[in-house]
């Protein structure tokens, strides 16, 4: 069995304003590749935190994080910026478009960091991204001339440029209507299922939770449970 | 974008204004200081009237160690004229760091004409060297040099002159030195130096009739005006031909110390002004950049989620601040130039300045670099305050803020 894509060790996080409390009590769980992982929980019980932890963002924590194998706690700011870069996406609950850039170009940034491929390939690849999202013909509007669904699927575009190793989301969901909540999760579920992308989902919404491969659920801080009963 | 274009034409104000006040300013100096250096010699030599430094009981052997008092000490009468003219003349032409020297016989007269007399002087010159070295010809309102250089008694008179005795060219003078008879001379050239004084009381002759007109040698001369190649030697130079001829000397840089003040104290203003304007235009890149940051927080917090560093941040804000900078500062430069040329066409007649016929502007390639270079280094330190701040943003307070 290979080493997940993602593990956490004892991840403990305190705020500190206005007074000193544990969000995250020695969380500990791990991400196999290519599973699709919810994360539950009430309304402020730190999944959001947790994710940010884990997304290498928030570094102030204590416990230890793996990505692949090998140990982000303790980088630097770059190193975790490039770490992010090549083996992390990102879906927000807001798209977070650029709006002086196409859709193209939005989705072009990542690359255009990691500099991997040119940019004649770069632009193919995020052509492809449009197209297996069904948005190929938004790819030179701009964000603005967007609905709502279509550009969190420019946003999913963008997350999956590097191919990376997970896609984690906070929320994906959290502004769509029903139908495009739909498409979304048909979208993260045919990923898994036909791409082998592993996928870490936080969410508050239990119907989508529960048609993913295995929910983790967290209460003040604390996971309470971690299984496979949903599907 | 568009606050951009605002910064932009913020540092295009500061940039244009500056050039097109620093041109005019320092063309009003160049004008000014042409008033008055060009037509002063870098050096003059001349004899000065005064006692002798040694009186003759200090040479006598018994008294020599003594403390002598001497009083009612006359000076020595030894004409006004620079001893050893020729020689003089000839070691300056073949010193390398003098550009020419031009020898001029000046003197107190009196121009009669019917019953109007006027004290006045007299200035005996080598015409072309003096239009060489001195620029005569733009002072020059009637009438040629060369016919001066070549006329045994034509004389140019100051206009101030030629007005009162109601002279025109053609008309004949008669000019007496002191103590010497009335010579007729014949009025073929009028001056205008803008200078009251001078207007009113100066004329101008060849070296020949003012010497005849003395009553001279030719080659009495009392003074060598001396122009060099590098006008800062002249205060060194000045105290070396003193002591190596033996004459009196007189530098153009302590001759005009007052005149060099005015013009340091006018650049002073023009870059005191221009930089001014600059530092302000740098405040409105600062306060833009500023809000431009806060606009593009979202932005800034995504570039971060996805992999770009707080110093990939830094660069696209300070690539930001050195476009504004550039870009408004050529525009600057183009519309500084604009404004210069209109400043340059417009009329500026007076009586003072008889060659001048609109404002005095100066193209100095100098102010157009150094504008340029103000320019970057006001966006760029405008900008670095911004950007560090965009690079420090925390992705993390931005998201959960969403
Ligand atoms: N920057 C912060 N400073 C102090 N407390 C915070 C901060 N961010 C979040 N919290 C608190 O931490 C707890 C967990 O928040 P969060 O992780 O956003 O919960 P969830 O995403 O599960 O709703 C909440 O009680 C929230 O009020
Ligand atoms: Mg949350």
Redesign the interface.
């Given at each position: 069995m290979s080493q997940p894509a993602l593990e956490a060790r004892n991840i403990t996080r305190y705020f500190h304003d206005p007074v000193t409390f544990r969000v995250l009590d020695q969380v500990s769980m791990s991400v196999a590749r290519g599973e699709f992982v919810s994360v539950i929980g009430k309304s402020g019980s730190g999944k959001?935190t947790l994710l940010?932890v884990l997304?290498t963002?928030?570094t102030d924590y204590e416990g230890e994080l793996l990505l692949d194998g090998s140990r982000l706690t303790g980088r630097s700011?770059?190193e975790l910026?490039?770490?992010?870069?090549?083996h992390i996406g990102?879906v927000?609950?807001?798209h977070?478009l650029?709006s002086?850039f196409s859709v193209l170009d939005n989705v072009m940034?990542?690359a255009q960091?990691?500099q991997r491929y040119g940019p004649a390939e770069v632009s193919k690849r995020a052509m492809e991204r449009l197209d297996w999202l069904g948005i190929a013909d938004q790819a030179y509007k701009m964000p603005n001339q967007l609905s709502g669904g279509q550009k969190q699927r420019v946003a999913i575009a963008?997350a999956l440029i590097n191919d990376p190793l997970i896609i984690m989301g906070?929320e994906p969901t959290g502004n769509l209507d029903q139908k495009n909540s739909d498409i979304v999760f048909d979208i993260f579920r045919r990923l898994t299922r036909e791409q082998g992308q592993t996928m870490l989902v936080v969410t508050h919404d239990g119907d989508f939770a529960r048609r993913t491969d295995r929910i983790i659920e967290l209460e003040d801080g604390r996971v309470i449970s971690d299984g496979y009963e949903g599907r | 974008m568009k606050q951009s274009l605002v910064a932009a034409t913020g540092v295009l104000f500061g940039i244009a204004s500056f050039i097109a006040l620093i041109s005019f300013m320092t063309g009003l100096n160049q004008l000014l200081d042409g008033l008055v250096m060009n037509r002063s010699p870098h050096i003059r030599i001349y004899n000065e009237i005064r006692p002798s430094d040694e009186q003759p009981i200090e040479r006598a052997g018994e008294y020599a160690e003594s403390q002598n008092f001497v009083r009612s000490v006359r000076p020595r009468e030894t004409g006004q004229a620079v001893r050893n003219s020729a020689a003089v003349i000839e070691a300056l032409r073949k010193d390398p760091r003098v550009m020419d020297v031009a020898p001029k016989v000046s003197a107190p007269v009196f121009y009669f004409s019917g019953s109007t007399q006027i004290a006045g002087q007299i200035n005996g010159v080598e015409p072309l060297i003096e239009k060489h070295l001195f620029a005569l010809q733009d002072y020059v309102m009637e009438g040629d040099l060369r016919e001066l250089k070549n006329s045994s008694n034509g004389i140019f008179l100051g206009k101030g002159i030629a007005d009162k005795m109601m002279l025109q060219c053609g008309d004949i003078i008669q000019v007496s030195a002191a103590g010497g008879d009335p010579f007729v001379l014949k009025v073929i050239g009028i001056l205008q130096f803008g200078l009251a004084d001078v207007d009113d009381s100066q004329s101008y002759t060849n070296l020949r009739t003012a010497q005849q007109l003395l009553g001279v040698s030719s080659s009495y001369f009392t003074d060598l005006q001396v122009k060099l190649h590098d006008i800062s030697l002249a205060p060194a130079l000045a105290r070396e031909y003193a002591q190596q001829f033996r004459v009196d000397t007189l530098d153009i840089q302590t001759a005009n110390a007052q005149f060099e003040t005015g013009t340091t104290v006018r650049t002073i203003i023009s870059y005191a002004v221009g930089i001014t304007l600059l530092i302000v235009a740098g405040f409105g890149i600062y306060n833009i950049l500023n809000m431009l940051i806060y606009e593009k927080m979202d932005s800034i917090a995504i570039l971060k989620a996805t992999g770009f560093s707080g110093s990939d941040v830094q660069r696209i804000f300070l690539s930001i601040s050195t476009m504004i900078g550039v870009s408004g500062g050529i525009a600057g430069l183009v519309v500084g130039y604009g404004l210069s040329a209109v400043i340059d066409q417009v009329p500026f007649e007076t009586q003072a300045l008889p060659t001048i016929r609109t404002f005095p502007v100066n193209y100095n390639m100098t102010y157009y670099i150094i504008g340029m270079l103000f320019s970057l280094v006001t966006t760029y330190i405008a900008g670095i305050f911004p950007a560090r701040k965009a690079a420090r943003i925390d992705p993390v307070i931005i998201i959960r803020g969403k």
């Open positions: 959001s940010y997304s963002m928030d700011g770059s910026a490039a770490a992010r870069n090549e990102f927000f609950q807001f977070y650029l002086e940034i990542p960091k990691l963008r906070d | -």
